[in-house]
């Protein structure tokens, strides 16, 4: 049984039976008929002869003079739709992203109301569609212009969710603004690209099918051509990969100090391929993520304090008095201290060096930013220094020492420490007071 199918997607049911040498309508299709008809004609064509007068249905240029004038009114019908609904979708669009967001910015309001307007052009465009049939033109005309309203639909929805994604991504844009994390606001650009490559794909993929572009083969070559492709690109796919092993595990966000191997640095920018690093010296590190979300990475940037351990060094000739009273000197400084915790701090006499006797430092310093812990080291030290000039404590330095105790007439060179327990304690109470605050 030989069949021809004449409208194979829109009317399957329109077919013709091979009898013979001829080709007949096939008694299914005859049966349904007058379904096929109401699907065609909605709103029927019988009013087109019952209303419309005689001199309206004179030719002009192969068409009635009724059809064109139906033709500019189709057109008009569209654009009073445009104009009466736009405003109506736009207020529904807002109602459902209130109910959805409570709080939006003026962004995501301006995104919405360009979202409105493809909305409704598709709208208008679907009611033109439905009265078009009315109009009766030939068939080569009617496909033209249907086929025209189709791709305009198309590309509007195109344009609508293009839209769309603008607006999920502002919305999120605004909830990211709020939270701690600076990756958040990072990774927006990588999903919006990646969220309109996919609109677009799909888009085209139906304007092709459309179109009569036989899709099963397109696919099927896009699909070698892909493996081909990702074959050859192994090391791009591995960074995409990273970078979402990145952002799903969050192990620093964007002004974070890390170490990671042999880089440290500042944390700029996490791109769709690789993250760039500032080191100290202002050279610019790129890392790929995929080596990246393999390394061992040391955050600085989530430090609860910062640790500073270190060791001080006084002569050999020292007397014990003066060291006991040199370690709780600095002991109150680091009390005192208005950027160190007062909780957690060592400071004692832990050994003899080569040339010093060796006192321990190990402090924490409240202020997480770098410059702000160099400043102050600086008036942790410069505290400490003063402390030991007043009360007669000198520092040690690497050197070999050759001491002459008795040379005729000539004085020993070793120092004479004295020491006085008043002006010991006045020294400290000295030290104490300049971090203290004056009261009010």
Do not use: C
Not at 34 to 60: A, C, M, R
Not at 236 to 253: A, E, R
Not at 289 to 311: C, D, H, P
């Amino acid at each position: 049984k030989h069949i021809f199918v004449l409208f194979p997607k829109k009317f399957p049911e329109i077919y013709l039976e091979k009898i013979g040498n001829n080709w007949y309508y096939s008694a299914e299709t005859i049966d349904q008929i007058n379904q096929i008809y109401e699907s065609v004609y909605p709103w029927g064509t019988s009013f087109i002869n019952d209303y419309i007068p005689e001199p309206l249905h004179k030719s002009f240029l192969n068409f009635e003079i009724w059809q064109y004038l139906g033709f500019l009114i189709l057109i008009l019908i569209g654009v009073l739709i445009y104009h009466l609904f736009k405003r109506l979708v736009y207020f529904i669009l807002t109602k459902v992203e209130r109910v959805l967001v409570k709080n939006t910015s003026e962004a995501v309001n301006q995104a919405i109301n360009r979202l409105s307007r493809p909305l409704t052009l598709i709208f208008a465009f679907w009611i033109v569609e439905k009265l078009l049939p009315i109009l009766q033109m030939p068939l080569n005309i009617n496909r033209f212009l249907l086929l025209g309203i189709e791709i305009a639909k198309i590309v509007f929805w195109i344009y609508v969710f293009l839209k769309l994604v603008a607006v999920v991504m502002q919305v999120y844009a605004d909830i990211a603004s709020k939270t701690e994390s600076k990756l958040d606001d990072q990774i927006i650009p990588i999903l919006k690209n990646l969220l309109r490559g996919l609109v677009m794909m799909v888009g085209v993929y139906n304007l092709l099918k459309i179109l009569g572009v036989d899709t099963t083969t397109l696919i099927a070559g896009i699909s070698i051509g892909g493996l081909a492709l990702a074959l050859a690109s192994q090391d791009t796919v591995k960074n995409l990969i990273g970078t979402f092993m990145i952002f799903l595990d969050h192990p620093f966000q964007i002004g974070d100090w890390i170490e990671a191997g042999v880089v440290a640095g500042t944390v700029e920018e996490v791109g769709f391929r690789s993250t760039r690093v500032r080191a100290a010296d202002t050279s610019l590190f790129q890392i790929p993520n995929s080596a990246l979300a393999e390394m061992i990475v040391n955050n600085k940037g989530l430090l609860l304090f910062r640790r500073y351990n270190t060791q001080l060094g006084l002569r050999y000739d020292t007397p014990p008095e003066l060291i006991e009273a040199f370690v709780d000197g600095v002991r109150e400084i680091i009390k005192v201290h208005p950027d160190t915790r007062s909780d957690a701090y060592n400071v004692e006499f832990v050994g003899f060096g080569d040339s010093a006797l060796l006192i321990l430092l190990n402090t924490y310093f409240t202020d997480l930013g770098w410059n702000e812990e160099q400043s102050s080291r600086h008036r942790l030290h410069i505290a400490i220094l003063k402390f030991a000039k007043e009360i007669g404590v000198e520092f040690a330095f690497p050197s070999t020492s050759v001491i002459i105790e008795q040379f005729p007439e000539k004085k020993g060179l070793d120092l004479n420490y004295k020491i006085d327990s008043n002006k010991i304690e006045h020294a400290i109470k000295n030290a104490v007071n300049k971090f203290k605050i004056p009261q009010k």
